[in-house]
């Protein structure tokens, strides 16, 4: 199975700041890397496909880049309504495994 | 507009049934391959199974296999899963998602429309 990692676990920030979360594969799975983002009692919500394409409807303050092993969400200025809990999921092949979220919450 | 709800939790004793139901509307339900995606109180996201969008392939997380069973129903738009020989780790909100590619593809596993959940409990 592959193994995914996140880091930060959480971290405290504020409004406007640029934010990058990492995740890594623990084997090449190509661009086949996914982003959610989640609030409390929420379902989670798809941010980035594919590694850097973004969904429909996301603002365009959030990036995906990266590709292997080693993967990145930027946020560009941080604003009030992202403050949640990000996962990276590899989509490469099953089981389709998460990494174990990072929560961004307000200094 | 893509609606999926979720139904058929509860609270089950260890060693009990259940089976979760999720209906699916705004999409042509028989065309797109269909996951079960689960979270424990307070903890992360874990996949659980998938079913393609005809129903020909299956895939289950080491979790479940052998307990749990993914099926489909395209003329009642509605997907399953059910849940034998529980256990107190199993206890979790149950989310149903819609998986982004259509026929031709056997998954592309990327979750682009979810259920609101729903919460499983195991316990005596």
């Known amino acids: 199975d592959i193994q995914m990692t996140q880091s930060p676990a959480s971290l405290s920030t504020s409004v406007g700041d640029r934010v990058t979360i990492t995740c890594r594969a623990s084997q090449s799975i190509g661009s086949s890397l996914n982003w959610y983002q989640q609030k409390p009692g929420k379902a989670p919500n798809l941010l980035i496909y594919?590694?850097?394409s973004l969904q429909s409807g996301v603002p365009s303050r959030f990036s995906g880049s990266g590709s292997g092993t080693d993967f990145a969400l930027t946020i560009s200025s941080l604003q009030p309504e992202d403050f949640a809990t990000y996962y990276c999921?590899?989509?490469?092949?099953?089981?389709?495994?998460f990494g174990p979220g990072t929560k961004v919450d307000i200094k | 507009q893509v609606q999926l709800v979720e139904s058929g939790g509860g609270v089950v004793q260890p060693g009990g049934s259940l089976r979760l139901s999720c209906a699916a509307s705004?999409?042509?339900?028989?065309?797109?391959?269909m996951h079960w995606v689960r979270q424990a109180p307070g903890k992360g996201l874990e996949w659980v199974a998938f079913?393609?969008?005809?129903?020909?392939?299956?895939y289950y997380a080491d979790s479940g296999k052998g307990r749990f069973t993914i099926s489909r129903d395209n003329s009642k738009n509605t997907l399953y899963l059910q849940m034998d020989s529980l256990r107190a780790e199993d206890t979790a909100v149950y989310y149903c998602?819609?998986?982004?590619?259509?026929?031709?593809?056997?998954?592309?596993?990327?979750?682009?429309?979810w259920g609101p959940g729903t919460l499983v409990t195991v316990s005596s």
């Open positions: 998602a819609k998986d982004s590619v259509g026929r031709g593809y056997t998954y592309g596993a990327t979750f682009d429309y």
């Open positions: 705004g999409f042509t339900f028989s065309s797109y391959g």
């Open positions: 594919a590694a850097s």
């Open positions: 079913v393609r969008y005809d129903g020909s392939n299956k």
């Open positions: 999921q590899q989509s490469y092949s099953s089981p389709f495994t």
